[in-house]
């Protein structure tokens, strides 16, 4: 299995290269990511998946972010509403997405030859709006939906669960047992603010200890700028000693879609990225605005095989 050699190769003390953002990379090629594009431009997923693991990439992750029956059904007042006004196959919709997901990256994966393991991580976020804490469902209502979406990651073949962008402990959590009860590991990923903290107030140190029992297999921060997730990655170190990682987004958010800038381009970026393997990371990426260009000159400073 690729993920017991990517496991391997963290506990040995490498630095593991996650791959960079997937929809803002899907608009930087002049598509919108509005639908993922899962069904209708299948190729230019499966060439994006393609040019992370030639870049280095040692882990993909799938185009599934918010690919949830929650998101589908936020568009309408209720159920049947949905059946009334909506499209047909709206219901099961997000399951064939999150199929697609899993098999689009394992067809990019099986296209480029390399001698180094790929592992796929089924990308999962939180089941509302990953900036709002306040509006997440109720705890019964996040056992159910996690479960199921867990469950399609699983039986599409995916390797391991990245659960990114995750606003609570309690929500992190849920989702976190709900991949054990699918039977795949799993990786949880904070998004924290400027000083380190969750957007709920609760600390690095607050969350390793509600985790730990649940025992993940890596502890991360993302989608916030470097600074920020330096300071996330600061306070995770300071309580937590298995696996951490980070992978920050560059640019600026600018709704519905994103705003590119050249704050960070590729060299900066790798200053940045030996500045966190030397505070501990094991598992470096990119999120919102990272590029091929950005994971390549993190990968061959830093990765397998690295001078």
């Given at each position: 299995?690729?993920y017991n050699a990517i496991r391997s190769?963290?506990?040995?003390?490498?630095?593991?290269?996650?791959?960079?953002?997937?929809?803002?990379?899907?608009?930087?090629?002049?598509l919108s990511w509005a639908d993922h594009?899962?069904?209708?431009?299948?190729?230019?997923?499966?060439?994006?998946?393609?040019?992370?693991?030639?870049?280095?990439?040692?882990?993909?992750?799938?185009?599934?972010?918010?690919?949830?029956?929650?998101?589908?059904?936020?568009?309408?007042?209720?159920?049947?509403?949905?059946?009334?006004?909506?499209?047909?196959?709206?219901?099961?919709?997000?399951?064939?997405?999150?199929?697609?997901?899993?098999?689009?990256?394992?067809?990019?994966?099986?296209?480029?030859?390399?001698?180094?393991?790929?592992?796929?991580?089924?990308?999962?976020?939180?089941?509302?709006?990953?900036?709002?804490?306040?509006?997440?469902?109720?705890?019964?209502?996040?056992?159910?939906?996690?479960?199921?979406?867990?469950?399609?990651?699983?039986?599409?073949?995916?390797?391991?669960?990245?659960?990114?962008?995750?606003?609570?402990?309690?929500?992190?959590?849920?989702?976190?047992?709900?991949?054990?009860?699918?039977?795949?590991?799993?990786?949880?990923?904070?998004?924290?603010?400027?000083?380190?903290?969750?957007?709920?107030?609760?600390?690095?140190?607050?969350?390793?200890?509600?985790?730990?029992?649940?025992?993940?297999?890596?502890?991360?921060?993302?989608?916030?700028?470097?600074?920020?997730?330096?300071?996330?990655?600061?306070?995770?170190?300071?309580?937590?000693?298995?696996?951490?990682?980070?992978?920050?987004?560059?640019?600026?958010?600018?709704?519905?879609?994103?705003?590119?800038?050249?704050?960070?381009?590729?060299?900066?970026?790798?200053?940045?990225?030996?500045?966190?393997?030397?505070?501990?990371?094991?598992?470096?990426?990119?999120?919102?605005?990272?590029?091929?260009?950005?994971?390549?000159?993190?990968?061959?400073?830093?990765?397998?095989?690295?001078?």
């Amino acid at each position: 299995m690729s993920y017991n050699a990517i496991r391997s190769r963290i506990d040995g003390g490498d630095v593991v290269i996650l791959d960079g953002a997937i929809g803002t990379e899907i608009l930087r090629r002049n598509l919108s990511w509005a639908d993922h594009r899962l069904k209708d431009e299948p190729d230019a997923i499966r060439d994006l998946h393609a040019d992370y693991i030639l870049a280095g990439a040692d882990v993909l992750t799938t185009n599934s972010f918010q690919l949830a029956r929650r998101s589908f059904l936020g568009h309408f007042r209720d159920k049947a509403h949905m059946r009334h006004i909506g499209a047909p196959g709206l219901e099961n919709r997000a399951s064939e997405l999150l199929a697609a997901s899993v098999e689009l990256a394992q067809e990019a994966r099986a296209s480029v030859a390399t001698e180094r393991p790929v592992a796929i991580a089924g990308a999962v976020t939180t089941l509302e709006w990953c900036f709002r804490p306040d509006l997440a469902p109720s705890e019964a209502q996040m056992r159910g939906e996690y479960r199921e979406i867990m469950e399609v990651l699983a039986d599409a073949g995916a390797d391991l669960i990245l659960l990114e962008t995750v606003n609570s402990i309690r929500e992190a959590s849920v989702g976190l047992a709900a991949a054990s009860e699918a039977g795949l590991p799993c990786w949880v990923s904070f998004v924290c603010d400027e000083d380190g903290l969750l957007f709920t107030g609760e600390t690095m140190a607050q969350a390793e200890e509600a985790l730990a029992p649940l025992e993940p297999d890596a502890v991360m921060v993302n989608c916030a700028p470097p600074d920020d997730t330096t300071a996330g990655l600061r306070e995770l170190l300071e309580s937590r000693s298995e696996p951490c990682g980070l992978y920050p987004h560059i640019g600026r958010f600018d709704p519905p879609e994103w705003l590119f800038t050249d704050e960070y381009p590729p060299p900066r970026y790798l200053e940045e990225a030996e500045r966190w393997a030397e505070m501990g990371a094991r598992i470096i990426g990119g999120c919102c605005g990272t590029t091929p260009e950005h994971i390549q000159a993190i990968a061959r400073r830093l990765g397998d095989g690295a001078a």
